[in-house]
């Protein structure tokens, strides 16, 4: 099983609107990554979890907050988003993040697709 | 500095026929794995195929073979008898080890019947 669920697979909020992403992966996988995409263009790294720990956050705004209850959860909470965060969310994992794993795929899910009124 | 370059914005193929995506990469790490996603206008990001730096022989999967080609530092894909279900994006990307995926602008490829 490859699989990874994302939920909500549409979301419509307004700026001053609380929301939550949701990405599930039974795979057993220790690490997890959120990526942003605008269309036709190719995704954007957000952060990544390895071992539940944030790994790695590439300069994001605090808008924009994840979570990861545990190895097979991963969540984005967002808070005061602007028009321009209207995008294309997607999750992934892959069995490892390290220095010995450039063969470990990421494994993406089908994406939550967001906008901002 | 690491990159990948996809030349290609949009390419239209005949259904049953073969169609070749190009893909260049810059690296100066001797270790990285090179990979092909599929995107349909649905948003999964579907894998379809991996090569690594290592790997002597090129890699197949089904309908899809990568022509890597070291030397020219290029990791071509092609898909053999295209369907019309092809058509999708198409995302060329490089991995280092311990490193962030790297992807290609993408290749916008269309089937006509």
């Known amino acids: 099983d490859t699989e990874v669920t994302q939920t909500p697979k549409h979301l419509v909020m307004g700026m001053t609107n609380k929301k939550s992403l949701k990405c599930e992966q039974h795979m057993g996988h220790r690490a997890m990554y959120w990526y942003k995409q605008k269309a036709k263009k190719p995704p954007e790294l957000m952060f990544v979890?390895?071992?539940?720990?944030?790994?790695i956050n590439e300069s994001v705004p605090s808008r924009f907050s994840p979570e990861c209850p545990n190895s097979s959860l991963l969540n984005l909470h967002l808070h005061a988003l602007q028009p321009e965060d209207s995008a294309l969310y997607l999750c992934a994992s892959s069995p490892l993040l390290g220095p010995a794993v450039s063969s470990y795929e990421q494994y993406f899910g089908p994406g939550t697709r967001l906008t901002v009124t | 500095a690491q990159k990948i370059t996809q030349t290609q914005p949009g390419m239209f193929v005949q259904e049953k026929e073969a169609v070749t995506l190009d893909c260049t990469y810059d690296?100066?790490?001797?270790?990285?794995?090179l990979f092909w996603y599929k995107q349909p206008s649905s948003g999964e990001m579907i894998f379809l195929i991996y090569?690594?730096?290592?790997?002597?022989q090129n890699a197949t999967e089904g309908r899809y073979s990568l022509n890597f080609q070291k030397a020219r530092k290029s990791a071509n894909l092609v898909i053999s008898a295209s369907q019309l279900g092809d058509s999708a994006m198409y995302f060329c990307a490089m991995r280092p080890p311990g490193g962030k995926l790297i992807f290609g602008q993408g290749t916008e490829l269309s089937v006509k019947p």
């Open positions: 979890y390895s071992y539940e720990k944030l790994s």
């Open positions: 690296t100066s790490d001797p270790s990285y794995g």
């Open positions: 090569q690594g730096s290592y790997d002597q």
